[in-house]
Every structure is written in C-alpha cells, then in structure tokens.
C-alpha cells in the first residue's frame, strides 16, 4: 500500500516562507504527475501546484503564481512545495497528490490514486 508523508507545515508571518514536503513510499511503484493541493475552512479543495513526471512542465493557480514553485526529487520519491511571499489567504490544510500512471502536469484531482493525510499551513497577519 503506498502511503505519502507530508512535513514542514506549521505557522508564519505574512511575507513569511515554508516548505512543505511529502514523500512516498510503502510499495515499489513509479511517480508520476504530483501534485499540491489545499483546502481552507469553508472552501472547496483547490489545485495549487501540479508537475510533470519529468519534471519539465509546471502549472499554478492564478493565486500562487509567482510565489509558490513545485519540485520534485525522484530519487527520495519527494515532491516539495515551496511557499514565499505567504499571505493570510493562503491558510489552509495542504494535500500532495500522486498519480501512479499519468505523465503531464494537471490539476485535475481525479487523475491522482494517492493522496497524503494534509498538513496545516497557517499565515497569520
């Protein structure tokens, strides 16, 4: 069973930074898109960062765009995503996502099998 691991949430400052990380393991199988998800109180879950199994393509929401990068490292199986610029409205439990089977970067929720357990990112103001 394949299991994803996030780390690195926690509070900050607006302006601030935080990376977060999410590493899978638990069964042999080969990573492909990976994703960045969030979700605020009240809100539906939201796409910010997708990337390719490459690595070579990237998409962001509108929101993000500028200050949020998505990487991955296929050798730790990791997908990291890097947050600058953090304002209030970026709150929210952060999701990574993996899809075991598709090759380009997309934001639709449906194409990931694997989803990790959430961890909270809090901007305070």
């Known amino acids: 069973q394949a299991q994803l691991v996030e780390s690195g949430g926690g509070l900050v400052q607006a302006g601030g930074s935080l990376r977060v990380s999410c590493a899978a393991s638990g069964r042999t199988f080969t990573t492909y898109a990976m994703a960045w998800f969030r979700q605020a109180v009240g809100k539906e879950r939201e796409c910010v960062a997708a990337i390719s199994r490459s690595g070579l393509s990237t998409l962001y929401a509108d929101s993000v765009k500028g200050r949020f990068t998505i990487s991955r490292d296929d050798a730790k199986n990791t997908v990291y995503l890097q947050m600058n610029s953090l304002k209030p409205e970026d709150t929210a439990v952060y999701y990574c996502?993996?899809?075991?089977?598709?090759?380009?970067?997309?934001?639709?929720?449906?194409?990931?099998?694997?989803w990790g357990q959430g961890t909270q990112v809090t901007v305070s103001s």
């Open positions: 996502a993996v899809s075991a089977s598709f090759r380009g970067a997309t934001m639709t929720p449906q194409v990931y099998e694997y």
